[in-house]
């Protein structure tokens, strides 16, 4: 893997962070019930959080 990839937990925020958010994004749709979105909001803060560890570590944000 290049030093670009992300890693361990990163990798494991941003993956899980993408499916919460996939998945109940369009559960809400299907169901019509607004307390999914917070459920995809988490899950795009989780995968949010896991690209701002990995930039840190590669040099990009200090």
């Given at each position: 893997?290049?030093q670009?990839?992300?890693?361990?937990?990163?990798?494991?925020?941003?993956a899980?962070?993408?499916?919460?958010?996939?998945?109940?994004?369009?559960?809400?749709v299907?169901?019509?019930?607004?307390?999914?979105?917070?459920?995809?909001?988490?899950?795009f803060?989780?995968?949010?959080?896991?690209?701002?560890?990995?930039?840190?570590?590669?040099?990009?944000?200090?």
């Amino acid at each position: 893997m290049s030093q670009h990839s992300p890693e361990g937990a990163d990798r494991i925020l941003i993956a899980t962070g993408s499916a919460l958010t996939i998945t109940a994004l369009l559960a809400a749709v299907a169901l019509h019930e607004q307390w999914l979105l917070l459920i995809a909001a988490i899950g795009f803060c989780a995968h949010h959080i896991g690209w701002a560890n990995h930039r840190r570590r590669i040099g990009g944000v200090r």
